[in-house]
């Protein structure tokens, strides 16, 4: 059974950067057949994603969402099989409860969906 | 981006009842291999979301059969034969065609 544990500060002060781990159980962080991403949910944006990574080809692919894309970072950790979320500049704005998830898939063959999520994280933002 | 619309932000529902959420997107989730990346979820209070059915259609991993989906192209539902006390919880479709992945409003069932 995989699951994803985060861990990571509740506070940041606005104009820092942001971070957060999500340690992975029961799967590689490096597999074929994922990718793993962050989203974030708050009351005025809902549902948010932010990016993914994933091992493809023997490389690392990154997709970046819009609202973020200047200011993001995921990184993989091979050796802890963990990866991270890195958000520069924050502000009030960025206040949100943040998830790491698993996509279980394998490019355009198959796909199962969102089928992993952390236990989220509460962050706020203070100015 | 594709924007994903659920029209209904409340469901009040009658346990054993039947009932219906609709998503819509702003462009087909067809992909050119065959498959609509059309997901659903559900958030029940205070947990994240859990994977209910994806590809419009496929239920995931212990999920009960009165749940199903339906749908292509543009438009999609989730439907619950029977309800029960335990499905209450905001429900969201998300699209997984193309980044940036992006999810529904929601629509919040709870039981009358």
């Known amino acids: 059974q995989v699951q994803l544990q985060q861990s990571g500060p509740g506070l940041v002060k606005a104009s820092q950067t942001l971070s957060l781990t999500c340690a992975i159980a029961g799967d590689s962080v490096s597999t074929i057949n994922g990718a793993w991403h962050w989203i974030r949910q708050s009351p005025s944006r809902g549902l948010e994603w932010l990016g993914r990574?994933?091992?493809?080809?023997?490389?690392?692919?990154?997709d970046y969402g819009g609202s973020v894309k200047s200011r993001i970072t995921i990184n993989p950790d091979t050796s802890k099989n963990q990866f991270s979320l890195h958000l520069n500049s924050v502000s009030p704005e960025d206040t949100a409860i943040y998830y790491c998830?698993?996509?279980?898939?394998?490019?355009?063959?198959?796909?199962?969906?969102?089928?992993?999520w952390g236990q989220g994280t509460t962050v706020t933002v203070s100015s | 981006d594709i924007v994903m619309t659920q029209s209904s932000l409340s469901l009040p529902v009658t346990p054993g009842e039947p009932a219906s959420i609709s998503c819509r997107s702003s462009q087909s989730l067809l992909h050119g291999n065959g498959n609509t990346y059309l997901d659903w979820y559900l958030q029940k209070p205070g947990q994240s979301p859990q994977l209910l059915i994806y590809l419009v259609s496929n239920r995931a991993s212990g999920v009960p059969d009165r749940f199903s989906g339906s749908g292509s192209g543009t438009d999609f539902t989730l439907q619950i034969s029977r309800v029960e006390a335990e499905d209450v919880g905001v429900y969201y479709c998300m699209q997984a065609l193309q980044t940036p992945l992006t999810f529904g409003g929601g629509t919040k069932v709870e039981i009358k």
């Open positions: 990574t994933y091992y493809n080809s023997k490389k690392w692919v990154y």
């Open positions: 998830a698993r996509t279980h898939s394998r490019g355009w063959s198959w796909y199962n969906g969102m089928d992993v």
